[in-house]
């Protein structure tokens, strides 16, 4: 049985490794990711393509072998022992084979049948994911969202306690975003723990309660959302931006020079970069807060990341990591 504190962590890996051999050498496409994601809420897996999302997934559900590190889902260690948890376990990884002349209901009643369960449960299913008026047509007349709303569905007909969505909205239209984000929500908020690996971070951003970042198979960042954003940003325009970074440094800020203006990072209210610069005999022309968004800091994260890294090879220990850790 799990342990209870094992149970807190409904994912846990530690030092995550997987190395694919071919003719070209050796790819390393998961490096050491020491990957928790906390029981409840919307987790988002965040990286760019390639960065090793799919891959991680795979392992995690057993249609991957590691190279190296271990791995647990609810405290139980798997690959080892995955058949005692993988009931627990909703996953949609690639597009799952339905019969393109069977109803939603019927594709459904097919698979209900290999998981033991009833109409009742198919019914309840279809309702959840908004496909209940639609669930007698073929499936080979749904839009690309309601084909991924049905395999949601499917996933949900054992209900599970995770819920691993591996780019859900791929290939969406925004209507189809925001119909398969209000959906995730919703699971989430019915006390499903989701893992959603993505890479687009507004649409991310809005569901996810925490979330890791990665970059060419290795963690850049990983926390609660708001966390991740960090203190509030101000862009202020100045006479002098030499002299106003320098004030704003000594006082302990991040600042950045961007074309004309600077973007200054601090927790405390707009108020003090005023009080700073006016000691320094500064005065400001403009001050606008300017709200972090994830898409942001990923896109940071990442630029610094593919500068730091060797294509093909095992990143060393980049600065980077060290820096968000
Ligand atoms: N079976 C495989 N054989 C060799 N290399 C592979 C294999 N599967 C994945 N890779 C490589 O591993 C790296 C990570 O790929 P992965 O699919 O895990 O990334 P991802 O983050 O899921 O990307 P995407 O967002 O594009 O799906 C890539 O460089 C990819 O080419």
Redesign the pocket.
């Given at each position: 049985m799990a342990s209870t504190s094992g149970e807190d962590l409904v994912i846990e890996t530690t030092g995550l490794r997987?190395e694919?051999?071919?003719r070209q050498g050796s790819?390393?496409?998961?490096a050491d990711l020491d990957l928790a994601v906390p029981r409840g809420g919307v987790h988002g897996f965040l990286?760019?393509?390639?960065?090793?999302?799919?891959?991680?997934?795979?392992m995690l559900l057993g249609l991957?072998r590691p190279t190296a590190g271990t791995m647990a889902l609810f405290g139980t260690p798997v690959p080892e022992r995955l058949p005692e948890v993988i009931g627990r376990v909703g996953a949609v990884v690639e597009s799952p084979k339905f019969s393109p002349t069977f109803s939603a209901r019927q594709n459904l009643l097919l698979l209900a049948g290999s998981v033991g369960v009833g109409r009742a449960v198919v019914d309840e299913a279809l309702d959840r994911v908004g496909l209940g008026e639609r669930a007698e047509d073929r499936y080979k007349s749904y839009s690309l969202g309601m084909k991924q709303r049905l395999a949601i569905a499917a996933t949900l007909l054992k209900t599970p306690d995770l819920l691993i969505l591996?780019?859900p909205t791929?290939g969406l239209d925004p209507a189809g975003i925001r119909e398969i984000r209000e959906l995730i929500r919703g699971l989430g908020d019915a006390g499903v723990t989701v893992l959603l690996?993505?890479?687009i971070l507004a649409e991310v951003q809005q569901v996810c309660t925490s979330a890791t970042i990665?970059g060419n198979?290795r963690m850049l960042a990983s926390g609660k959302v708001e966390d991740l954003l960090g203190g509030t940003s101000y862009r202020l325009r100045v006479g002098d931006p030499a002299a106003a970074r320098a004030a704003l440094e000594a006082a302990g800020m991040t600042v950045r020079h961007e074309a004309g203006s600077l973007d200054v990072v601090t927790d405390e209210p707009g108020d003090h970069i005023t009080r700073v610069l006016a000691a320094a005999g500064l005065y400001l022309s403009e001050l606008t807060p300017v709200r972090a968004d994830l898409e942001t800091i990923f896109l940071d994260l990442t630029a610094d990341d593919r500068m730091g890294a060797t294509p093909?090879t095992a990143p060393g220990a980049t600065t980077m990591l060290e820096e968000v850790r």
């Open positions: 997987k694919f051999t071919g790819r390393v496409a998961v990286g760019p393509n390639g960065s090793g999302k799919t891959t991680t997934i795979r991957a591996d780019e791929n690996s993505s890479h990665i198979g093909g």
